[in-house]
Every structure is written in C-alpha cells, then in structure tokens.
C-alpha cells in the first residue's frame, strides 16, 4: 500500500475515519496501522534488545544484542501489499518500530517480515538508499540492512553480528536469557543432539518438558518415516526400516514416557512383526508335520530360524516374536543332540543304536549332510557284512543284514535285489533240508512197511519241496495204493455206520485214503468203493444238519448250513442238500449273518412331524447297510414271526417342533416430504459484497474530486485516480459474482412418519434317542440320545418411505419355518447315523464276547452259532477272531470254515432291503 506522510495526530486521525469505512479491506488496514502507530508512540525512544537466530559456520548459532537497530534506526517502512517501491513514494509508507514487535526474521523470498501481535508484515529499512535505481522489490530494500547493536553473549565464543542474510531471525526480548537463546537456536537446529545439549545445561527449567517433548517429535517423525518407507516395499523381506522404526519411537518413549504417538506407532509394528511371525509358524508346522511324516522338511525349519532372528532384531523384547524363536530353536537343538549322540554311537560302532536315536530325523538325509553321512555310514555296514555272509552261503544272516541296509535306505536297488536273491538261496537250501529230513523219516516208515506213513510224510510236503522227494514218492506208489485200500477197509469195518465223534473222524480218514488211492492206482472198483463210503458221510451230515435245522426260531441255522454244506462237500449235488438250503436260506440270512430291525416310534404329534418318521427310518436302515459291515437292514418285520433278526434298533422321536415368536413395534423415522426454495447463502454474501463495492467507488470518486478541486500534489491526484479505476474494477468484479449467482436454492422440507418393525424369532428341536437289543430283548448298548436345537433371530421392516433421510431401508423378507426346521432335521439325522454306526461297529466284538461266554457255561450249541455269527460279520483279514471261531467249530463240530470252499454259501441269496 502507497501513502503519504503524515504527523501522527493526522495519522491516528485517519486511522480512525478508515475504521468507520463499510470495507472489511479498510477495517483491517486500520487496526493495522493503529497497531503499528501505538507501538511507534510507545516505543520512540526504547533500546531494544534481541536474540539473534543464524547458521554460522558449525550450525545453528545465536548471539545476544542489546540495542538493536536496523541501519542506525528502530524504525521501519512498511510494505504489506507492495511489489515495487519507487524512490517518489517511499516516504508514503507508513512508519512501524521494532519496540512492540516479537521477531524480526527474513525470509527465504529476501523479505523482512516483523511479526507484531503474531501477524507477519513485510518491512523495509527505515533508511533506503535507491542510488540509480528508481525502483526497488522488498526483497531488494531487505539487502540494505545492516543489523547492529552491543553483543552481550554468544553461543560459541568470538562471534560477530551477522550479515541479515535470509534466514537470520531476530527474537525481541526484555532482557538477556541465556536459557531462552539456547532453547530458540535448538528449535532452530530442529535435531535431537540439539536439544540434548539444551537439556544437558537446562534439564530441571520450565522449557525442559518441552525440549523434551520436541526431541520426542523428532524421534516420531524420524520413526513415522522409516515405516511409512517399509511399507512401500513391495516384498517387506528387508526389516532394516522396520528396525530403525522400532528404535526411533523407542528413543521417543525415552525422551517422553508414555508419549501417545510412538506407543500407537510401536503397536502398529507389533502388527506387522505378528505377520512377519505367522510365517515362521507355518514353516515349523510345516516342519513338524514332516518329521511325523518322516518326509524331507529340514529347510522349513531352518528358514523359519533365518527369519524369526531378523524379526526379533526388530524388537528384542517382543514376546511373541521371543516365545516363537525359542520354539524353533528348541527343534533345532532336539535335532543337534540327536545327530551328536548319533554321531557318538557311529564311532563306537553301535550302528543299531546309531540308527535308533536318529530314526525322527532320517526323512531330512537329503537336506542335513551330517544327518546324511551317518545314514551312509550304518547302510554300507549292514550292506558289507551281508555281502561277506553271501560268499560263506550264510544265507539267513545275509538276508537279515541285506534287511537292515533296505531299513536304512529304502530305496537302494542294490540292497533290495541282494536282499531277494538271499532270500531265494535261503528258502532253497531249508526246503532241500525239510525234504531230506523227511525222506529220512519216510525210509524208516517203509523199512518198518508203515507205506501209508512213509508216502504220506512225503506227499504232505509243500510245493516247493515235492522236486526233492519226487522219486522216493513214485517208489512208495504202489505199495502205498495197498496198504491205504487195507486200511480203509478195516476203518471202514470198525467205525461204519457212524455213531460219534470218533467213528465220524475215522470214515472221514477212510474216505481220504481211498480219494487218494484211487487217484494214484485209476482202479474203478476202488472209486467205487470211494463212492459209496461218500454216500454214507454225506448221508450222517444231512442228519445232522436236520437236527440242528429243525430247531425253534431257527436257533441252530448256523450249526445246520455248516453240515449241510459238509454233506455237499462230500456229495455234490444231493436233492435233499438243495431242498433243505432252498428251505432254510431265509432263517440263515437272519439268524446267522448280521441282520437289524429298524423300530421307529413316534412320541410327537403326526401334524408336526410330516413324514420325517419315514424320512428317519429310511435314513437310519440305509446307514446300517452302509457301515462297512455286512448287514441286512429290516425296516418293515413282524415281531410275531418265528425267525427274527439277530438285533433290534428302536429309535424315538421325544421332540419335533419350531416355535415362532413375534414382536411388533411402531418406531418413527423421517423423510423428505417436499422442496422449496430458499435464498443462495452465497447469493446473499455477493449482493453485500457489491453494495460495498458502490459505496467505496463513490467514496473513492469523491476523494478524487476533492483532490482535483483543491488542486492537490499531482501525486495525490494520481494515487486518486488509481484508487478510484481500482474500486470500479472492484465493482465490476462484484457485479459479475452476484450475476453469476443463482438468487436461491432448493432445499428439502423434512418430516416425521412411522413405519413397522417386525422381531421374529425362530426356535427349533430336534429330540431323537436310540437303543440296540438283541433278540431276548436285552439291551446290546445303552440308550443314545442324539438332540439338537437352533435359534434365528430376523427382522421385518414395513412401511418404510422410500424417501427416508434416516437410513432405514425397506426389509420384507421373512425366514421360511419349514426350510428352518428341514435344516434342523438334517443336521439331527446325520448326527444320529453317525452315532448309530459307531455304535454298530462295535458289534462283532460284542458278539464274539458272548461266544466266549456261552463257551464257559457249557452251552457249545449256542457258543456255535455265536461264531458262526461272528465270522460272517467281519472280513478274512481279521485273523485273531475268525481263527479262534474256527478252530471251535473244527474241535467240537467237525466243520470246516473259512479257507474251505464251502458251496452251501453260495446258495444264499443278498439280504433284501
């Protein structure tokens, strides 16, 4: 702003008429100048002392004058809204004092900036020198400064007054303070060793908390921008920001306790280490599962090792990332020991041992080449020694040192074959000795004329020993043929008809030596006399079977098939055979093989159940046949009938229900009903802006007038000119803005409603409990009771405005009763079969439980059925229980099960559903 000079009566006189001017722009201009000219009048004839603020040659310094003046003065031009100040209006510049101000400080642009009632205005010097110039820039004026004034401290020693170049900073004070200079140049420096050294001199003053605080801003800023970096990586493997980050907001919590922004920052890396560690692990479950595996996996645990040791270089003191580590570590030295005690074991040549302590870890041979080396080391020894045993033809060593090397390494080639032709030498030379030793025997059988004892023994041998004894067999041939035809004879005479177990065993030795005989001499009349003694065993089965068929509710079926297919065995074919399996095959199915009765009852009400009874049993039946057990499932049986199932499965329905409950309620929302419209804020703030603008083009145009008829300095009329030109531009611009405007706006008009909302809340049970008996109605396993329930809560909205300012939005859907219960259902049906074929499964051992019971009573008959029970209901390889079934049988029963072809089994036909 440009002005002429004034007294200061006639200064503070138009500072008084500017501030009664409508415009805000003249209102400001004169608080301004009141402020200024109150400080002038103050401060006319006070001495001035500063602090003032530079870089000298080491850093941030400050010196400390008293007297301070600006070229020789303490006053000031002021410059706020000039860019150019030419020589004929310098003087018009109004006139300011430093008295009053707080700071004094050039900026980076050149210009003085004297800060006074904490408002910045641009100053030049009180005495200007343009020389040739006619014009100067503010920044240009800035350059004639001279600062000078009485040094009465420093911060180093020996310094001067500074040149007011840009960046110099004077700060006014009343008086000298040491503190204060030192505390002003550390915000200065605006680095922590900076306000290290401040607190170092002034640790306990009032401006220690805020050095304090200020260092600790620095730490955090630091802190802040090392993360904010990390996170722009794009892989985050390189921790070294993340760590710099943890230390900087450490080193703030040091300066501050408990300073907030570094406690927030430090949680937000505790974060990112979580994720860092959720790597690590997997890796050591990754590890882990494969040691239980026995699979390689060395390098997850390594690499997780690697990396939890970069993660705890983070944080030291972060307790997961510390809890983790020591978990890997603590594999790692499990591992360790086990290959040093391994290690141990080698060099004392307790391979076995060796082997043994390092069994978990062998998978990881390919990755550890410790591990590696003493794997090698116990395979080559057990490979070597049986090397050394197959050149003595030490066959069976040789094979268990050739097995021991394939345990050690399981996939050499070399080991295996050496291992298989062992194996064949060995089994070669112990048949070539079995059938020597028995051919030894058969010659002191035949020196005695024992021929059927001496043929037997050899013919008896496996198949891999009959090459060795086949010509002593074609020796013994034909005496053997007689004397087996002699025998028969005779047993047949002693044990014929057959009255027990004894005459039984003794036919059935006559009719294998006549099987064999015949086959070896072609004789008819022998396969005839083979023939006949068939007839009669088959005829003493067919008896028997009929004894045990013909028992009530078909309690001996088992034991009856068994003779039966013994009288097959014997006599193919036999009428009276397929007669009695055609009648009986139905008792068989149920009585001896698995077989269940499916019983539901229904305790709930028939409206509410709609069909999942059904539903329930069909389920039920197809998850017994389902099991893995070979079981006939009876969803529909008369429990009058004779023969029933070996088992009953009575299932109940207790409870079957949802239940729904409604709440309504009437709430109150609001909506926009309608528009209308109102005056433009905006519109109303230009109109005043423009009426404003007339009123000071008409002041400046009478102003200008008034110049013009008192026939002012040719200055004064041009500086009017320009203030008029500038008010009417002032006026257009204004106009423009108000034209430009709309004069109102539309605005909603906003009123209450109601609207519904529905609480539906759905409850569902599904009460089911099961029971297994057997067929005397005692209970196999105890009652199961399977229940399950569900809760759902929904909300229903209705009558919601589509205009609603609220948020509330229209919810119309409710939740479907049926398909809620239906999934209830599901899930109590699938929990049910689950539980019921457990319970299934443990059936067999119950039933082998209770041969071996009725076996202790004395009752063999029902013990009989019970095993033949149970070898039907589990597989071949279920070789403890099926094997004492058998042996039962063959000692009290003289049947033969299991291994034996028997033809009666495949009369039977599957179980219908």
């Known amino acids: 702003m440009i002005s002429q000079k004034y007294t200061p009566i006639q200064a503070y006189g138009r500072a008084l008429t500017m501030l009664r001017q409508p415009s805000r722009f003249f209102r400001l201009s004169a608080v301004t100048l009141l402020c200024c000219f109150a400080a002038s ?117 020996g310094l001067g007054l500074p040149p007011f170049k840009p960046g110099v900073r004077l700060v006014f004070v009343a008086a000298p303070d040491d503190e204060l200079a030192a505390y002003l140049s550390a915000d200065r420096a605006h680095s922590t060793s900076a306000w290290q050294a401040f607190l170092q001199h002034y640790g306990s003053s009032t401006r220690a908390a805020d050095a304090r605080n200020a260092m600790a801003a620095i730490y955090e800023g630091s802190a802040e921008s090392a993360f904010a970096e990390y996170r722009r990586s794009v892989t985050r493997s390189d921790l070294t920001r993340l760590k710099q980050a943890q230390q900087q907001a450490d080193d703030a919590e040091k300066s501050v306790a408990g300073y907030a922004p570094a406690r927030k920052l430090k949680e937000q890396i505790n974060k990112e280490q979580e994720s860092l560690l ?74 076995d041992d060796a082997m043994a302590v390092l069994a978990p870890y062998r998978s990881f041979a390919p990755e550890v080449p410790r591990i590696d080396a003493v794997v090698s080391a116990v395979y080559t020894v057990h490979l070597v020694r049986g090397q050394e045993f197959a050149k003595s033809r030490a066959w069976d060593q040789a094979a268990a040192e050739f097995r021991r090397a394939l345990d050690v390494r399981s996939d050499s080639n070399d080991a295996a074959a050496a291992l298989k032709n062992a194996e064949l030498q060995s089994n070669n030379a112990s048949n070539k000795q079995a059938a020597q030793n028995a051919m030894a025997q058969s010659r002191s059988y035949a020196a005695k004329g024992e021929f059927v004892d001496a043929y037997e023994i050899l013919a008896n041998l496996p198949d891999a020993q009959q090459p060795y004894v086949a010509d002593q067999l074609a020796s013994l041939q034909k005496n053997y043929v007689t004397a087996a035809f002699r025998r028969a004879q005779k047993l047949q005479e002693i044990h014929v008809p057959i009255r027990g177990r004894a005459d039984e065993d003794a036919v059935r030795q006559a009719y294998d030596l006549l099987e064999r005989a015949s086959s070896l001499s072609g004789d008819p009349a022998m396969k005839l006399k083979r023939d006949l003694l068939s007839d009669k065993i088959s005829a003493y089965y067919v008896e028997q079977a ?92 008369n429990e009058s009938d004779s023969v029933q199932p070996n088992f009953v499965l009575v299932a109940e329905i207790l409870e079957h229900r949802v239940v729904k409950n409604t709440n309504l309620e009437t709430l109150q929302s609001k909506y926009r009903a309608a528009t209308h419209e109102v005056k433009n804020p905006a519109w ?47 006026v257009a611009d204004t106009r423009h803005t108000l034209e430009t405007t709309e004069q109102t706006r539309p605005e909603n008009v906003i009123e209450t409603y109601n609207y ?50 609220e948020g509330i939005k229209k919810q119309s859907t409710e939740p479907d009763e049926g398909q809620f219960l239906t999934d209830l259902e599901i899930q109590s049906r699938d929990a049910l079969i689950k539980s019921v074929r457990e319970k299934v499964l443990l059936l067999p051992g119950k039933i082998l439980a209770e041969a071996r019971r009725r076996t202790q009573s004395g009752d063999l008959d029902g013990a009989a059925e019970e095993y033949v029970l149970y070898m039907n209901a ?18 009290h029963f003289n049947v033969t099960v299991g291994a034996q072809a028997n033809t009666a089994e495949s009369r039977v036909e599957r179980p219908l559903r």
């Open 41 to 157: 009048l103050q401060a006319a004839n006070t001495r001035m002392t500063a602090i003032a603020l530079f870089d000298g040659s080491d850093g941030p310094a400050y010196v400390q004058i008293s007297g301070v003046t600006l070229n020789g003065k303490t006053e000031l031009r002021m410059c706020d809204g000039v860019t150019k100040i030419e020589k004929r209006n310098y003087d018009l510049l109004f006139k300011t004092q430093l008295a009053g101000a707080t700071s004094l400080e050039r900026s980076a642009d050149g210009v003085l900036k004297l800060t006074v009632n904490s408002k910045p205005i641009c100053v030049v010097p009180g005495s200007l020198r343009f020389d040739k110039k006619t014009e100067l820039t503010p920044a240009e004026a800035a350059d004639q400064a001279m600062l000078q004034g009485l040094i009465i401290s420093s911060s180093t020693p």
């Open 278 to 351: 959720e790597s690590d692990r997997n890796s050591l479950q990754n590890f882990r599962k494969a040691l239980t595996e026995h699979a390689v996996g060395y390098a997850q645990l390594a690499a997780a090792k690697q990396h939890s040791e970069q993660v705890i270089e983070v944080n030291s003191q972060y307790p997961p990332a510390l809890a983790l580590h020591a978990e890997i570590v603590g594999e790692q030295r499990k591992l360790n020991s086990a290959v040093q005690s391994a290690e141990t074991s080698l060099t004392a040549r307790r391979y």
């Open 546 to 637: 009929q004894k045990y068929l013909s028992k009530p509710m078909g309690s001996g079926v088992g034991i009856g098939w068994l003779y039966l297919g013994e009288a097959e065995r014997y006599k193919p074919n036999m009428g009276v055979v397929r007669e009695a399996m055609a009648r009986y095959a139905t008792a068989y199915q149920l009585r001896s093989r698995l077989s269940m009765g499916v019983v539901l009852r229904d305790q709930t009400s028939r409206r509410d159940n709609l069909g999942f009874a059904d539903q329930l049993r069909d389920a039920i039946a197809n998850g017994l046949e389902s099991s893995g057990l070979p079981m006939k499932a009876l969803r529909q049986f």
């Open 684 to 730: 109303l703030q230009a109109n005043q802006d423009y009426d404003a603008a007339q009123q000071q083009l008409s002041a400046a145009q009478r102003a200008a007038a008034d110049a013009q008829g008192q026939h002012k300095k040719k200055e004064v009329i041009v500086a009017a000119n320009e203030a008029v030109a500038a008010a009417q531009k002032h």
């Open 756 to 805: 519904t909302k529905k609480n539906i809340d759905l409850t569902a049970v599904v009460d089911t409990t099961f029971r297994i008996k057997d067929q005397s109605g005692n209970a196999v396993e105890a009652p199961s009771e399977i229940r399950r329930d569900d809760h759902k809560v929904a909300v229903v909205l209705d009558n919601v405005k589509p205009e609603d300012t």
């Open 874 to 891: 589990v597989s071949p390889d279920s070789s403890q229980g099926r094997e004492e079934a058998a042996n039962f049988l063959h000692d």
